[in-house]
Nanobody, 120 residues
């Protein structure tokens, strides 16, 4: 069982930046592809970004060029750097892990979520 704990959410003004962190509980983190989803109440969970074991990244069109996903295997942590934030980025952001996230989208483990609010 892999536990994931997110941090770094909060309130930010439009155009601002935030960095989300997701700390894993086990060294087996290194074996998993990782990702970030977000969800707005009443809408489906949306895939934001993924990163493979080897470091290959992929982004939703809505965040490409503004968000950067990265991982630090030594710290068993994955990050989401969010720049030029827009009100439309307001959501609960979830960290996730899974062998097949980048292919079928299947998630094996979820974090508890962290709220990001972009508002003036």
């Amino acid at each position: 069982q892999l536990q994931l704990v997110e941090s770094g959410g909060g309130l930010v003004q439009p155009g601002g930046s935030l960095r989300l962190s997701c700390a894993a509980s086990k060294i087996t983190f290194r074996q998993y592809n990782m990702g970030w989803y977000r969800q707005v109440p009443g809408k489906q969970r949306e895939l934001v970004a993924t990163i493979t074991v080897g470091g290959t990244t992929n982004y939703a069109d809505s965040v490409s060029g503004r968000f950067t996903i990265s991982r630090d295997n030594a710290k068993i942590t994955v990050y989401l750097q969010m720049n030029r934030l827009e009100p439309e980025d307001t959501a609960v952001y979830y960290c996730c892990a899974g062998y097949f996230i980048t292919t079928s989208g299947r998630v094996d483990y979820w974090g508890q979520g962290t709220q990001v609010t972009v508002s003036s």
